[in-house]
């Protein structure tokens, strides 16, 4: 038996639950097909301040706030001795100062919920078997947890599967990232952080004190727990024990910083590890679908972009689905992907940058020129599509003469 909706939304993480929340509130029926129970465990942790904007379009704002999440205001970067602090409450753009670090299992969960009180019919433990997409309609295939198979026709097809990316893989859009190969190993520790000054208000972000292009990161949450991770090439890795607790452990203790803030730490929780993670597709959108965060492209974890892209990808996506099924003549490059792409080009600007050192240079540079802290605190806090901001609207090109400064003695330039 057929079973027919409106529209059929693939995942219940951060980019189903924002997208069919916006799309019941203008009256869709949405059926969203989740193939976990849920809480279950997910990496990005640390959200970016312009998530905030997108939590409280979807009227979640006030469940979030009362959640108790732990609260982050900006981010700390060290390298060796140098330390760098980027506070929220200072950036270019007019944007939200503050957000949270979420242990993603219960942050999840708690979207998920909200939706559902609003009217999303939410199906857990169904994986999807087959698939089939065409205008004006969507055919899917689903198998739940008990064996049994639903099949759903709807009129529209939302992919917010993440890194299952089910649609890019079945329709044959997956395409070559243009990043290198990197691992990230990453667990959740009980920190025993409070003795050394460790600022539970930001993410810390440790460069390796032997090698550029190796990092970390420490996500502080509210009840005492952190998460660590460890980003490098997997050549990198191997060259550290093969017990992937051990290989972390032994990472962290090269860095004095770091060994020290978790000197006491627990390490009660197995480490996890995710090898080739960037990815990219040909294509965000097609007749009957359209693709949402980590379901289209995931660039890299050192700047915690994905949720941001996510939930913002699930905004656009439903303010343009919402005028297809009205009857407008919407175009769904010009509307949903070209302006989305833009975002995260300039993530990918920076991305690029930190691995190569240049925007390293640039975060610890100790004279920069007036107001620029500010606008690269701005893409920090997720604000990357603020085209007023010369250092999100161009940010390779700015990028790349900023770095020519910071690296020599001659004095500013231009920027």
């Not at 010009?334 to 990918?348: H, S």
Request: charged content about 25%; aromatic content about 10%; some cysteine.
């Amino acid at each position: 038996m057929t079973e027919a909706r409106e529209i059929v939304v693939i995942g219940a993480g951060p980019a189903g639950s924002i997208a069919s929340a916006l799309l019941r509130r203008h009256g869709h029926d949405v059926l969203v097909l989740e193939r976990e129970r849920f809480p279950r465990f997910s990496i990005g942790e640390s959200l970016l301040a312009h998530c905030v904007d997108f939590i409280a379009e979807a009227g979640m704002l006030e469940a979030v706030e009362e959640a108790g999440f732990q609260v982050k205001n900006g981010a700390v970067f060290t390298r060796g001795g140098q330390c760098a602090a980027f506070d929220f409450a200072d950036q270019f753009t007019q944007g939200r100062s503050s957000t949270w670090q979420v242990p993603r299992g219960p942050f999840d969960e708690l979207l998920a919920d909200e939706a559902e009180r609003k009217g999303v019919e939410i199906r857990y433990g169904h994986g999807i078997e087959d698939l089939s997409v065409g205008e004006g309609r969507a055919r899917v295939v689903a198998r739940d947890d008990r064996g049994a198979t639903h099949t759903v026709e709807a009129r529209f097809l939302l992919d917010a599967s993440g890194f299952g990316r089910v649609l890019a893989r079945r329709l044959g859009l997956e395409r070559p990232s243009c990043f290198p190969v990197r691992e990230a190993l990453f667990t959740h520790v009980a920190d025993g952080a409070g003795a050394h000054g460790f600022d539970r208000n930001k993410i810390r972000i440790v460069v390796h004190p032997q090698h550029q292009n190796v990092w970390f990161w420490l996500i502080p949450f509210a009840d005492g727990r952190s998460s660590i991770g460890v980003v490098a090439r997997p050549e990198v890795l191997k060259q550290y024990p093969v017990e992937p607790a051990s290989r972390l452990q032994a990472l962290v203790e090269e860095d004095p910083g770091l060994e020290a803030i978790l000197e006491g730490a627990a390490w009660d929780t197995p480490v996890r590890s995710i090898t080739g993670y960037s990815a990219n597709v040909s294509t965000l959108h097609g007749p009957g679908f359209a693709l949402l965060g980590n379901a289209a492209e995931f660039l890299d974890p050192v700047f915690s972009s994905g949720v941001t892209i996510a939930m913002r990808s699930a905004s656009m996506a439903a303010g343009v689905l919402h005028r297809q099924l009205a009857g407008d003549a919407v175009d769904w490059e010009e509307e949903f992907a070209r302006p989305l792409r833009q975002g995260v080009d300039t993530f990918r600007a920076y991305v690029e940058a930190w691995y190569d050192g240049r925007f390293q240079d640039v975060v610890f540079y100790q004279d920069p020129p007036p107001g620029l802290r500010a606008m690269i605190c701005s893409v920090l806090a997720g604000y990357a599509w603020d085209r007023s901001n010369p250092f999100a609207a161009d940010a390779a090109r700015r990028l790349d003469t900023l770095a020519t400064l910071c690296a020599s003695p001659a004095g500013r330039v231009a920027v």
